[in-house]
């Protein structure tokens, strides 16, 4: 039977099976595939890869692999440029805007507290998070390899780690988000933005003793709920700067 070659590189090797990692692989070719086909039917996103190469020519996803090709497939370059050859990965976004599947609450939840716009859902199916990914070019963070093989999706990341801590910063590294945190500025609720508001227009909702000890309001844009430098503001602090810190050790 015919067959091809295959070598995935770097982080790309996080998809393959332990033991088979870094190493060439010589897969059976049974009929006339695409190289996106061919990358996704051994277990790797076609978001994560920017580079293919055919026997050593740079090709998009839609070549058709040949018998006896030897297909090299790269992650994302940081810092080698290859502006002259054919990336597969689209642009980066304007602006990082993200949608989150239904296993990343409390990474949502972080995201939306160093100021990214980010939508969650608890009950969304993988259709609908595919579909607003690509109609509202949303990066669409997931820990489901399936979600990110849609061909509707163009900007996804398949998140690695296990703690949501973790994971934020994991996607703050990926997408080099550290310069554009703008923390408190979006609802942990709803996503919306929040405004300052004086003391008189929110004191009818306040406690008393919050009326007491605190002098500084904002107001949800979107559910209009009302917040305050409370007890949990600290911990919220503490968080943000280790993000900036662990970022700033790299």
């Keep these: 039977m015919d067959a091809v070659t295959v070598r995935f590189y770097a982080e790309l090797n996080d998809f393959r099976p332990r033991g ?14 695409s190289v996106k086909d061919l990358i996704e ?4 996103p076609h978001t994560e890869v920017d580079l293919i190469l055919a026997n050593g020519v740079s090709v998009d996803f839609r070549y058709l692999v040949q018998p006896g090709d030897h297909i090299s497939v790269y992650p994302v370059f940081e ?16 602006e990082p805007r993200f949608v989150l599947d239904t296993h990343l609450g409390k990474l949502a939840a972080y995201l939306r507290l160093l ?16 579909r607003i990914s690509a109609e509202q070019r ?6 489901d390899r399936g979600l990110l093989k849609r061909a509707v999706v163009t900007h996804g990341y398949y998140i690695r780690a296990d703690a949501p801590r973790a994971q934020a910063l994991e996607v703050v590294r990926r997408f080099d988000l550290a310069p554009l945190i703008e923390p408190f500025g979006r609802c942990l609720r709803c996503n919306s933005r929040l405004r300052p508001v004086p003391t008189a227009a929110v004191l009818d909702r306040l ?17 209009d709920r009302v917040f ?23």
């Design 138 to 143: 949303r990066i669409l963070l997931t820990r």
């Design 79 to 94: 810092s080698i440029d290859i502006t002259p050859l054919v990336r597969v990965r689209p642009r980066p976004l304007r």
């Design 20 to 33: 088979r990692r870094q190493a060439p692989l010589t897969v059976p070719l049974a009929r006339r595939t």
């Design 207 to 223: 406690p008393p003793r919050t009326q007491r000890d605190f002098h500084e309001f904002w107001v949800c844009e979107g559910c």
């Design 41 to 44: 039917s051994l277990g790797v």
């Design 228 to 250: 305050w430098q409370g007890s949990h503001y600290a911990h919220l602090r503490q968080l943000v700067a280790q993000i900036q810190a662990l970022r700033g050790k790299e």
């Design 115 to 130: 100021g990214f716009d980010t939508l969650y859902r608890n009950d969304a199916d993988d259709t609908t998070l595919a």
